[in-house]
Antibody
Framework: EVQLVESGGGLVKPGGSLRLSCAASGFSFRDAWMTWVRQAPGKGLEWVGRIRSEADGGATDYAAPVKGRFTISRDDSSNTLYMDMNSLQTEDTAVYYC?????WGQGTLVTVAS | SYELTQPPSVSVSPGQTATITCSGDALPKKYVFWYQQKSGQTPKLVIYEDNERPSGIPERFSGSKSGTKATLIISGAQVEDEADYYCYSSDSSGNQRVFGGGTKLTV
């Protein structure tokens, strides 16, 4: 069974940093292109960014609002996806999901507030 | 930045056909995916690669695409189909993914 379990969310002050993790199981993680998606309270889905498999170059792409502040990485040895979030702003408040096209984690809530 | 446009809401009576559209300039050359999100739940994939249905998704869900417009069709919509629906695709470069703004389906 494919499983994605996010962790690392919490309350952070504007300008602060957080690292989100996503533990993957039930599929060949090293071959997967992984995506982060967020959903602000009461709002729609927003694509945040993705990372290719190492076999496909391992490159990353980011949405304009987070480019330069967020960094996606992966550890294929531990089947874990990461996202480092810096210079957090109140508008980054959202539930963050780790996604494998047809499978979503339960999400982790990030709240940016003073 | 690239955008996908969906109607904010669609309303049908039970048993009627619901159609939800998604428009985007790159759609002629890029696959469209459709997600269903019921209240308080995580999104679920209901259509992938324009018109393919994942296992476990009822046959009443189908997808089509023509030019710059993709359509999610729910034939004989049921009360349990009431949800927010999002289309998902990429820009012409393939490097930027985007969701439509979402359509609230009321049955």
């Amino acid at each position: 069974e494919v499983q994605l379990v996010e962790s690392g969310g919490g309350l952070v002050k504007p300008g602060g940093s957080l690292r989100l993790s996503c533990a993957a199981s039930g599929f060949s993680f090293r071959d997967a292109w992984m995506t982060w998606v967020r959903q602000a309270p009461g709002k729609g889905l927003e694509w945040v960014g993705r990372i290719r498999s190492e076999a496909d170059g391992g490159a990353t792409d980011y949405a304009a609002p987070v480019k330069g502040r967020f960094t996606i990485s992966r550890d294929d040895s531990s089947n874990t996806l990461y996202m480092d979030m810096n210079s957090l702003q109140t508008e980054d408040t959202a539930v963050y999901y780790c996604v494998l096209i047809d499978c979503w984690g339960q999400g982790t809530l990030v709240t940016v507030a003073s | 930045s690239y955008e996908l446009t969906q109607p904010p809401s669609v309303s049908v009576s039970p048993g009627q056909t619901a159609t939800i559209t998604c428009s985007g300039d790159a759609l002629p050359k890029k696959y469209v995916f459709w997600y269903q999100q019921k209240s308080g739940q995580t999104p679920k994939l209901v259509i992938y690669e324009d018109n393919e249905r994942p296992s476990g998704i009822p046959e009443r869900f189908s997808g089509s695409k023509s030019g710059t417009k993709a359509t999610l069709i729910i034939s004989g919509a049921q009360v349990e189909d009431e949800a927010d629906y999002y289309c998902y695709s990429s820009d012409s470069s393939g490097n930027q993914r985007v969701f439509g703004g979402g359509t609230k389906l009321t049955v």
